[in-house]
């Protein structure tokens, strides 16, 4: 499986990107799909993650009405729209593959992804 992230790149505070995810070797459908990021000199950290039929989604408490997960099984992409970007959002952002196929919940620990994007610098200025 080969997970490319884009859609990174430079934005002023209060400004928006979309990253997007895809893959290729595997299907997404059956997966949920993890955002995460990392800061320099920071431990990497979940954002968002949607389940395998995209009916549940769960975000972590910063990103709350800001960023929106969705996803197109078609496509095999999942997609993070980033909105009200703060400079506190800047770092590389991943996406990965939940290790279990068909979970019923998003999980937010690393250890249950096992497939993961180069990652996308996201950078944004104040």
């Known amino acids: 499986v080969q997970l490319q992230a884009s859609g990174g790149g430079l934005v002023q505070a209060e400004g928006s990107l979309r990253l997007s995810c895809a893959a290729s070797g595997r299907t997404l459908s059956n997966y949920a799909i993890g955002w995460f990021r990392q800061a320099p000199g920071l431990e990497r950290e979940f954002v968002v993650g949607?389940?395998?039929?995209?009916?549940?989604?769960y975000y972590t408490d910063s990103v709350k009405g800001r960023f929106t997960i969705s996803r197109d099984n078609v496509k095999n992409t999942v997609y993070l729209q980033m909105n009200s970007l703060k400079p506190e959002d800047t770092a590389v952002y991943y996406c990965a593959v939940d290790s279990y196929a068909h979970r019923p919940a998003v999980v937010s620990a690393l250890g249950e992804y096992d497939y993961w994007g180069q990652g996308t610098q996201v950078t944004v200025s104040s």
């Open positions: 949607i389940t395998w039929s995209g009916g549940n989604t």
